[in-house]
Nanobody, 125 residues
Framework: QVQLVESGGKLVQAGGSLRLSCAASGRTFTSLAMGWFRQAPGKEREFVAAISWSGGRIYYADSVKGRFTISRDNAKNTVYLQMNSLKPEDTAVYYC??????????????????WGQGTQVTVSS
């Protein structure tokens, strides 16, 4: 009932910046929170950042705090992930996700009900 499409991923140099977008459609009003997750080759999907519907609650993984910023524009049904000071270890497929009910943790993949197809971010040295 909620469709998510990520965009903006590309090859960037270490230390550079990149902004990812997640366009949502469908029953977006049911979304309590939106999150960004990433998955590198050979690794499990991990939490990056999350934001509540109003934007009043924001959470970041320790690995990206101080460098990444999550925001949302509800009028455009879009969530953004501004990534600064990128490192090679940030290389991964980044996924946007929507949650209607956070039961365990804002960082738990199991609490997100809809997922985008992912967008590749590659950070070169």
């Amino acid at each position: 009932q909620v469709q998510l499409v990520e965009s903006g991923g590309k090859l960037v140099q270490a230390g550079g910046s990149l902004r990812l977008s997640c366009a949502a459609s469908g029953r977006t009003f049911t979304s309590l929170a939106m999150g960004w997750f990433r998955q590198a080759p050979g690794k499990e999907r991990e939490f990056v950042a999350a934001i509540s519907w109003s934007g009043g609650r924001i959470y970041y993984a320790d690995s990206v705090k101080g460098r990444f910023t999550i925001s949302r524009d509800n009028a455009k049904n879009t969530v953004y992930l501004q990534m600064n000071s990128l490192k090679p270890e940030d290389t991964a497929v980044y996924y946007c996700a929507s949650s209607a009910d956070i039961r365990s943790s804002w960082s738990s993949t199991s609490d997100y009900h809809y997922w985008g197809q992912g967008t590749q971010v590659t950070v070169s040295s």
